[in-house]
C-alpha cells in the first residue's frame, strides 16, 4: 500500500512537467477535488463503522459483525444505500427554502474546508498562506447550517438543538482561536504546510502542552461528541437539529458531522502533532494514523464519559477554559521574550 | 490569492454538484408518496400544537455579546501572534495591556453574573 502511495505523489510532483500549464491547472484541481470527494466518503464510511465496533467493544459487545462477513465491513456500505433507497420526507410545516438549503450549506463547508488540509508534504489541495484562518472562517459557517436545518424544521425539538448548538459552538470557538495563537507564535505562519515544516524537530504538544488540552477540549465541542453532544441529545431531544430529516438530506447532515470530526483530527495533527512528520512511513500514512488516534479519543470519550448539563458545558467555557487559554498566551508571551 | 479563491470556490461548486447529483440519483429509484401522517412533524407521535417558532431566551443574546467581543479580540491577536517573534517584548507589554483590558471585561460580565447559564 505505501509503495502505491509513494507511486501516486510522484505522479502528483511530475505532473506539471508532463502538461501544459493551463490544461495543467485546470487538471490538478480537477485531481485533487475528486480524490478528495473520494477520501472523505471512504473516510466516513470506515469512521463510521470504526466507531461502532471501538465503542462495542468499550460496552463489552461485538458489534457489527455480519454484512460483509469479515467484521462486519460492509455494514456502513449497507446503511448508505439504504439511506439513498428511502423516501425523502419534506414534512408540511417546514419553512422550505431553509429547510432545504440547510445540509446544503453544512456538508459545502465541510468540503470547502479540505482545500487546505495537508496530507503529505506534497499532497495538498491549495496550500494558502492564511490556511488556518481559513479553516476557521469557512467551518464556523457551517453552524449557520446547521442553525437553518434546526429552525426550518418547525419542530420544538430541532429548534432547541439548533439554540443549543448556535450557544456552544459560538462559545467553544472562542478558546478554541486563542488555544492556537501559541502554536502561531511560534512557528510564525499560518500556513499549514509551514507550521508542520516547522515542528520537523520538536512537535508542538511539547512546547504547548496547555494549549493542546484546551484545543482537544474545544475542539471535540466544537464538533458535537460527546461528553458536549447536548445540542443532540437523544434522551431529551430525539435527536436535535436533524429530528426532521430522513433519507439522503439526513445522510449528508451524518457525512458532514464525521467529515467535520476528521477536520479536527487533522487539524490537531498538524498543529500539535507535527502533521506528516515521522521515520520509516510515507507522510501520508503517518497523517492518517495520527489523525485517526483522535478519532479514536473521540470515540473512547463516547463510551467513557456521561453528557454534560448545559449550564455545566457553558460555565467550563467561560469560567475554565477562556482564563486557561489567556494564561497561557501570557505564558508563552513571556517565555518567548525572554529566551 | 486568485488561485486560492479559485479553489475554494470549485470546492464549493464541485460539493454542491455532488450534493444535487446524488439527490438527483437518488430520486429515479426511491419511492414518493406524501401523504397523511407521514408528513406531520415529530412530537412523541402526537399532533403537533402550534407552531414551534418561539421567542429565544434572553441569555443566549448575552453569550452571543460576549462572543463577538472576544471573537474580534482574537482577529487583532492573529497578526501579532504571527509577528511576535521579530518584536519581542515591546508587542509583549503593549498586547497585555490590551487583553488586560479585556480580561477586566470578562471579570465585570462574570460578577455581574452574564456567564451564569441557569436563571
Not at chain 1, 484545543?215 to 431529551?236: C, H, K, M, Q, T
Given at each position: 500500500m505505501s509503495v502505491s502511495v509513494e507511486f501516486l505523489e510522484l505522479l502528483w510532483i511530475l505532473l506539471p512537467e508532463l502538461l501544459p500549464s493551463p490544461l495543467y491547472a485546470l487538471a490538478r484541481l480537477g485531481v485533487a477535488f475528486v480524490a478528495v470527494m473520494a477520501f472523505i466518503v471512504v473516510m466516513v464510511l470506515f469512521a463510521v463503522w470504526f466507531e461502532r465496533k471501538v465503542i462495542g467493544h468499550i460496552q463489552v459487545r461485538i458489534g457489527p459483525l455480519h454484512t460483509g462477513r469479515w467484521h462486519g465491513w460492509a455494514q456502513t456500505i449497507a446503511d448508505a444505500i439504504k439511506l439513498f433507497l428511502k423516501e425523502d420526507i419534506i414534512p408540511k410545516g417546514v419553512d422550505r427554502p431553509v429547510y432545504v438549503l440547510a445540509p446544503l450549506v453544512v456538508f459545502v463547508t465541510t468540503v470547502v474546508v479540505y482545500v487546505v488540509i495537508p496530507f503529505s508534504r506534497n499532497l495538498v489541495a491549495r496550500d494558502i498562506n492564511m490556511g488556518i484562518l481559513f479553516v476557521f472562517a469557512v467551518s464556523s459557517i457551517a453552524t449557520l447550517g446547521i442553525f437553518m436545518g434546526g429552525w426550518g424544521s418547525n419542530n420544538k425539538y430541532s429548534l432547541l438543538g439548533a439554540m443549543r448548538v448556535a450557544a456552544q459552538i459560538v462559545s467553544y470557538e472562542v478558546p478554541l482561536l486563542l488555544s492556537v495563537l501559541g502554536v502561531f507564535m511560534l512557528a510564525q505562519t499560518l500556513s499549514l504546510n509551514g507550521i508542520v515544516e516547522a515542528?520537523?524537530?520538536?512537535?508542538y504538544v511539547f512546547l504547548q502542552p496547555v494549549g493542546f488540552v484546551i484545543y482537544v477540549i474545544a475542539g471535540i465541542a466544537e464538533v458535537n461528541r460527546l461528553p458536549f453532544d447536548i445540542p443532540e441529545a437523544e434522551s431529551e431531544?430525539?435527536?436535535?437539529?436533524?429530528?426532521e430529516y430522513s433519507g439522503l438530506r439526513f445522510a449528508f447532515f451524518f457525512l458532514a458531522e464525521y467529515a467535520n470530526m476528521f477536520v479536527m483530527s487533522a487539524l490537531a495533527t498538524v498543529l500539535f502533532l507535527g502533521g506528516w512528520h515521522g521515520p520509516f512511513l510515507p507522510g501520508f500514512v503517518w497523517f492518517i494514523l495520527k489523525a485517526f488516534f483522535f478519532m479514536f479519543l473521540m470515540v473512547w470519550l463516547r463510551g467513557t464519559y456521561p453528557r454534560l448539563r448545559v449550564d455545566q458545558m457553558m460555565s467550563f467555557c467561560w469560567k475554565v477554559l477562556l482564563p486557561l487559554a489567556f494564561l497561557n498566551l501570557l505564558v508563552t508571551g513571556l517565555v518567548m521574550s525572554f529566551i | 490569492m486568485l488561485l486560492d479563491l479559485v479553489y475554494a470556490t470549485a470546492f464549493a461548486l464541485g460539493g454542491l454538484a455532488f450534493l444535487l447529483f446524488a439527490l438527483f440519483l437518488g430520486s429515479l429509484v426511491r419511492p414518493h408518496d406524501p401523504s397523511g401522517r407521514k408528513l406531520t412533524t415529530y412530537e412523541c407521535g402526537e399532533v403537533p400544537v402550534g407552531q414551534s417558532w418561539s421567542q429565544f431566551n434572553i441569555r443566549f443574546y448575552v453569550f452571543a455579546l460576549c462572543f463577538v467581543i472576544f471573537d474580534i479580540e482574537t482577529i487583532f491577536l492573529v497578526p501579532w501572534a504571527v509577528v511576535f517573534k521579530n518584536i519581542g517584548l515591546v508587542a509583549f507589554v503593549e498586547m497585555a495591556v490590551f487583553i488586560g483590558v479585556l480580561l477586566i471585561g470578562l471579570a465585570y460580565a462574570w460578577r455581574k453574573g452574564a456567564l451564569r447559564w441557569a436563571l
Amino acid at each position: 500500500m505505501s509503495v502505491s502511495v509513494e507511486f501516486l505523489e510522484l505522479l502528483w510532483i511530475l505532473l506539471p512537467e508532463l502538461l501544459p500549464s493551463p490544461l495543467y491547472a485546470l487538471a490538478r484541481l480537477g485531481v485533487a477535488f475528486v480524490a478528495v470527494m473520494a477520501f472523505i466518503v471512504v473516510m466516513v464510511l470506515f469512521a463510521v463503522w470504526f466507531e461502532r465496533k471501538v465503542i462495542g467493544h468499550i460496552q463489552v459487545r461485538i458489534g457489527p459483525l455480519h454484512t460483509g462477513r469479515w467484521h462486519g465491513w460492509a455494514q456502513t456500505i449497507a446503511d448508505a444505500i439504504k439511506l439513498f433507497l428511502k423516501e425523502d420526507i419534506i414534512p408540511k410545516g417546514v419553512d422550505r427554502p431553509v429547510y432545504v438549503l440547510a445540509p446544503l450549506v453544512v456538508f459545502v463547508t465541510t468540503v470547502v474546508v479540505y482545500v487546505v488540509i495537508p496530507f503529505s508534504r506534497n499532497l495538498v489541495a491549495r496550500d494558502i498562506n492564511m490556511g488556518i484562518l481559513f479553516v476557521f472562517a469557512v467551518s464556523s459557517i457551517a453552524t449557520l447550517g446547521i442553525f437553518m436545518g434546526g429552525w426550518g424544521s418547525n419542530n420544538k425539538y430541532s429548534l432547541l438543538g439548533a439554540m443549543r448548538v448556535a450557544a456552544q459552538i459560538v462559545s467553544y470557538e472562542v478558546p478554541l482561536l486563542l488555544s492556537v495563537l501559541g502554536v502561531f507564535m511560534l512557528a510564525q505562519t499560518l500556513s499549514l504546510n509551514g507550521i508542520v515544516e516547522a515542528q520537523k524537530g520538536l512537535w508542538y504538544v511539547f512546547l504547548q502542552p496547555v494549549g493542546f488540552v484546551i484545543y482537544v477540549i474545544a475542539g471535540i465541542a466544537e464538533v458535537n461528541r460527546l461528553p458536549f453532544d447536548i445540542p443532540e441529545a437523544e434522551s431529551e431531544l430525539v435527536a436535535g437539529f436533524h429530528t426532521e430529516y430522513s433519507g439522503l438530506r439526513f445522510a449528508f447532515f451524518f457525512l458532514a458531522e464525521y467529515a467535520n470530526m476528521f477536520v479536527m483530527s487533522a487539524l490537531a495533527t498538524v498543529l500539535f502533532l507535527g502533521g506528516w512528520h515521522g521515520p520509516f512511513l510515507p507522510g501520508f500514512v503517518w497523517f492518517i494514523l495520527k489523525a485517526f488516534f483522535f478519532m479514536f479519543l473521540m470515540v473512547w470519550l463516547r463510551g467513557t464519559y456521561p453528557r454534560l448539563r448545559v449550564d455545566q458545558m457553558m460555565s467550563f467555557c467561560w469560567k475554565v477554559l477562556l482564563p486557561l487559554a489567556f494564561l497561557n498566551l501570557l505564558v508563552t508571551g513571556l517565555v518567548m521574550s525572554f529566551i | 490569492m486568485l488561485l486560492d479563491l479559485v479553489y475554494a470556490t470549485a470546492f464549493a461548486l464541485g460539493g454542491l454538484a455532488f450534493l444535487l447529483f446524488a439527490l438527483f440519483l437518488g430520486s429515479l429509484v426511491r419511492p414518493h408518496d406524501p401523504s397523511g401522517r407521514k408528513l406531520t412533524t415529530y412530537e412523541c407521535g402526537e399532533v403537533p400544537v402550534g407552531q414551534s417558532w418561539s421567542q429565544f431566551n434572553i441569555r443566549f443574546y448575552v453569550f452571543a455579546l460576549c462572543f463577538v467581543i472576544f471573537d474580534i479580540e482574537t482577529i487583532f491577536l492573529v497578526p501579532w501572534a504571527v509577528v511576535f517573534k521579530n518584536i519581542g517584548l515591546v508587542a509583549f507589554v503593549e498586547m497585555a495591556v490590551f487583553i488586560g483590558v479585556l480580561l477586566i471585561g470578562l471579570a465585570y460580565a462574570w460578577r455581574k453574573g452574564a456567564l451564569r447559564w441557569a436563571l
